[in-house]
């Protein structure tokens, strides 16, 4: 499939443990998050998003954490199952009709 | 909804070549992207419309890439002539204002 990234750092999680993969955004005046999984072979694929106004969100065993004071995003997997593994990245846009600016991406590796 | 559907999957082709990527957006969707993936750069933003009219092609890296809309269901991103470094994952994507995007599954260009 299509190559994502050979150097991307990674992620490493026991089938069944909780997965916390983290993001520093650019941008202080972003306010429109999204957290995108992408399976080798396939395009990104949205999971979750988060609004400025919020600093938490929650989506079927996904958890979206917003800190806007250090600008830090992260994704909480609970239960991670091997179909978690992919790369996710984090992007961000301001006013949310501005392009996305996605981040560099973290490999997730779900061990069974 | 078929999704965003790209054609073609992959492209082969010798430099020099003209390279022309087709991308059918989801219908009612305003908004359409043209993304290039690369393991050096990761996701960058080459173009994107809104009603079928360019707003911002500051990220197409040369004067030989073009994309057109003739029409909300259909766009195209040329190449010409095409050069080695343009291998990547060329991915297109819709949406509607402050929702997150869909991708469609990319087209991967290789020039020899």
């Keep these: 499939g299509e190559s994502v990234g ?14 916390i993969i983290n993001c520093a955004y650019s941008n202080s005046a972003s306010d429109y998050f999204i957290w995108y999984k992408q399976e ?34 992260s994704l909480q997997i609970a239960a991670t199952q091997p179909g978690d593994s992919a790369v996710y990245f984090c992007a961000e846009s301001y006013s949310g009709n501005t392009p996305l600016v996605f981040g560099k991406g973290t490999r997730l590796s779900v061990i069974a | 909804d078929a999704g965003v559907i790209q054609s073609p999957r992959h492209e082969v082709t010798e430099m020099g070549q003209e390279v022309t990527l087709r991308c059918k957006p989801i219908s009612g969707h305003d908004y359409l992207f043209w993304y290039r993936q690369t393991m050096m750069r990761g996701l960058e ?23 057109k809309m003739p029409n909300a269901s259909f766009s ?15 991915f297109c994507a819709s949406s509607f204002p402050r929702y997150g995007y869909t991708f469609g599954s990319g087209t991967r260009l290789t020039v020899v």
């Design chain 2, 45 to 67: 933003l080459l173009i994107y419309f809104n009603n079928n009219v360019p707003i911002d092609d500051s990220g197409m890296p040369e004067d030989r890439f073009s994309a």
């Design chain 2, 76 to 90: 195209t991103l040329k190449i010409q002539p095409s050069e080695p470094r343009d291998s990547a994952v060329y």
């Design chain 1, 40 to 73: 080798s072979g396939k395009g990104p694929q949205f999971i979750i998003d988060i609004r400025s106004n919020m600093d938490k969100r929650q989506g079927q065993r996904v958890t979206v954490l917003l800190n806007k004071t250090v600008k830090h995003l």
């Design chain 1, 6 to 19: 050979l150097h991307l750092p990674t992620l490493s999680v026991q089938e069944g443990d909780n997965s």
